[in-house]
């Protein structure tokens, strides 16, 4: 009798182990289901990344295919629901026919798809070297909007700049490279020694 019971005792465990198990299972399963439901739908759906790339360079040419400009970065890595590319550590070089290219720094950027607009965050470093058109230019922000192709940048944020020997700060700066219009906004101070002056005058008499 006692073996009966002892067997009849293991036959139930074991049935009561599967019912369990599958209650468990199918407990697990139901909550993956909704958690999918619940991830996908709009009101949730998070702008986690949906994919990366490491040490990229980006080059975008003109109708003639001569390089325009160049994007590059140590990392970008691309968020679906606004469609926007982060980079790190991005490095913009900017060409031009008549002067010496234009490179561009900073801890991090926000671009749109086709880079026709990039944020340049964080320790803003624009530097261009001097050249036979054009004077040494640097300049320094916490955050520069840069449109390559229109070949605009600008800011609402203070800005230090440096063209030649003299040197400017103000806050609202809008620089068309296209044009040669620059403009600060407001809070200017500059510093011209006196060869910048001279320089300048010398130029305004030869031009008239």
Same mark, same amino acid.
């Given at each position: 009798?006692?073996?009966?019971?002892?067997?009849?005792?293991?036959?139930?465990?074991?049935?009561?182990?599967?019912?369990?198990?599958?209650?468990?299972?199918?407990?697990?399963?139901?909550?993956?289901?909704?958690?999918?439901?619940?991830?996908?739908?709009?009101?949730?759906?998070?702008?986690?990344?949906?994919?990366?790339?490491?040490?990229?360079?980006?080059?975008?040419?003109?109708?003639?295919?001569?390089?325009?400009?160049?994007?590059?970065?140590?990392?970008?890595?691309?968020?679906?629901?606004?469609?926007?590319?982060?980079?790190?550590?991005?490095?913009?070089?900017?060409?031009?026919?008549?002067?010496? $290219?234009?490179?561009?720094? +900073? !801890?991090?950027?926000?671009?749109?798809? #086709?880079?026709?607009? /990039?944020?340049?965050? *964080?320790? &803003?470093?624009?530097?261009? $070297?001097?050249?036979?058109? +054009? !004077?040494?230019?640097?300049?320094?922000? #916490?955050?520069?909007? /840069?449109?390559?192709? *229109?070949? &605009?940048?600008?800011?609402?944020?203070?800005?230090?700049?440096?063209?030649?020997?003299?040197?400017?700060?103000?806050?609202?700066?809008?620089?068309?490279?296209?044009?040669?219009?620059?403009?600060?906004?407001?809070?200017?101070?500059?510093?011209?020694?006196?060869?910048?002056?001279?320089?300048?005058?010398?130029?305004?008499?030869?031009?008239?």
């Amino acid at each position: 009798m006692k073996s009966r019971r002892t067997s009849h005792r293991y036959r139930l465990a074991l049935l009561l182990g599967g019912g369990i198990g599958l209650a468990l299972a199918s407990f697990w399963l139901l909550q993956v289901m909704q958690k999918g439901v619940t991830d996908t739908s709009p009101e949730t759906h998070t702008n986690e990344p949906d994919y990366y790339v490491e040490k990229f360079n980006f080059v975008r040419t003109s109708t003639i295919g001569d390089a325009r400009y160049t994007v590059s970065g140590a990392r970008m890595i691309h968020r679906p629901k606004d469609d926007t590319y982060e980079i790190t550590l991005p490095v913009i070089h900017h060409f031009s026919k008549d002067r010496a $290219p234009m490179m561009m720094r +900073a !801890e991090r950027a926000i671009a749109v798809p #086709d880079s026709s607009k /990039i944020h340049m965050i *964080d320790k &803003v470093d624009v530097d261009r $070297p001097a050249s036979a058109g +054009a !004077e040494h230019f640097h300049m320094k922000s #916490d955050y520069l909007l /840069i449109l390559p192709d *229109d070949d &605009v940048v600008r800011t609402d944020k203070p800005v230090d700049l440096m063209l030649g020997t003299v040197t400017l700060t103000g806050a609202g700066m809008y620089v068309n490279n296209a044009t040669r219009e620059f403009r600060l906004a407001h809070q200017v101070h500059g510093v011209y020694p006196p060869q910048a002056l001279a320089a300048r005058a010398a130029t305004a008499g030869a031009a008239k």
